[in-house]
């Protein structure tokens, strides 16, 4: 039997496909990137403009001081991107405890605003020392506020960025929720699901049903989790020690901290040193077992039937 060779249409569909999957598991990557991007070349719009005002108005100010004042602002944003983003993942903005959030929001601009200030004036004052000149700042309590006023808002702006792209990913890609629960168990005791009860999955807009047992495995992802079924991943919102109690146990089990499998699912058992263990998928998938729960999978897998 002869292979036909795969069509301009077919390869292209799955070049798609591949840079889909990567852009949704690096989306906070490339959206800092592109933030950066944004941020440098402000940068430089500033400087160019900024001198040229000065030119006009007749006033002797040097290029390198008119730069440094708009690149260390720009670099430090740059740097306190991650720190924005861990705070949008740790703080989700959600309407659950929601003046619990802003206020953490709160305080995080504030502090987002004090490293943003004192890292821009390090790196000014080490530049005017190269040029030995003083750099001076001006009255702290009035300047620092001035600058709170635009940090914040600068924080506020991330934060929403980051927001919303984790929205987009999630819903592009499928998100998971769980159905109503049944009305015969009290909400604080979480029974455990049959391992045909679904979860139901939106993608782009389309809805579908999704066994609890086709999960073959599931990571904790700050304040969600996702689940993997069938070489793709759906985030779920809720935290991993509940889900735990919610899934079938004589189908899943924890294996890490972060991890619960499908014990169906694993094909072997890879022995790591300090009593550790790597747990091999029959999907390909390689997941990591814990010194912790690795006797327990042992026992688990030696009891299961063949």
């Keep these: 039997m002869t292979l036909s060779p795969p069509t301009v249409a077919s390869t292209t569909a799955s070049l798609r496909a591949k840079g889909a999957v990567w852009f949704h598991r690096h989306t906070t990557a490339v959206l800092?990137?592109?933030l950066g991007v944004v941020f440098i070349a402000n940068a430089v719009v500033n400087t160019a403009v900024i001198g040229l005002e000065h030119l006009r108005q007749g006033r002797e100010t040097a290029p390198w001081q008119i730069a440094t004042w708009e690149w260390s602002s720009a670099l430090l944003f740059v740097l306190l991107l991650p720190g924005v983003a861990w705070m949008e993942r740790r703080v989700p903005l959600a309407w659950d405890h929601v003046g619990r959030r802003l206020g953490l929001h709160a305080v995080a601009s504030v502090?987002?605003?004090?490293?943003?200030v004192a890292g821009?004036?390090?790196?000014?004052?080490?530049v005017y020392a190269l040029h030995g000149r003083d750099y001076s700042f001006g009255d702290w309590p009035r300047e620092l506020l001035y600058e709170y006023l635009k940090d914040g808002r600068v924080y506020?702006?991330?934060?929403?960025?980051?927001?919303?792209?984790?929205?987009?990913?999630?819903?592009?890609r499928g998100e998971a929720h769980l159905l109503a629960p049944r009305e015969d168990v009290p909400a604080s005791d979480p029974a455990p699901m049959p391992a045909s009860a679904p979860f139901l999955v939106r993608k782009l807009g389309r809805e579908f049903l999704v066994p609890a047992g086709e999960i073959e495995h599931v990571v904790a992802a700050g304040n969600y989790v996702n689940l993997h079924v069938r070489g793709k991943e759906y985030p779920l919102r809720t935290t991993i020690s509940l889900l735990e109690q919610q899934l079938d146990p004589t189908v899943f089990m924890r294996v890490h901290r972060g991890v619960i499998v499908n014990v169906g699912c694993i094909e072997r058992i890879e022995s790591l040193d300090a009593g550790e263990a790597r747990l091999h998928l029959r999907t390909g998938a390689?997941?990591?077992c814990s010194r912790r729960y690795r006797k327990a999978l042992k026992e688990r897998v030696r009891e299961a039937p063949r």
């Design 156 to 172: 506020l702006l991330l934060l929403l960025a980051f927001h919303f792209a984790g929205v987009w990913s999630r819903r592009s």
């Design 111 to 116: 502090l987002f605003s004090l490293a943003h």
């Design 286 to 288: 390689v997941i990591p």
């Design 32 to 34: 800092w990137l592109g």
């Design 120 to 126: 821009m004036v390090l790196l000014r004052e080490f």
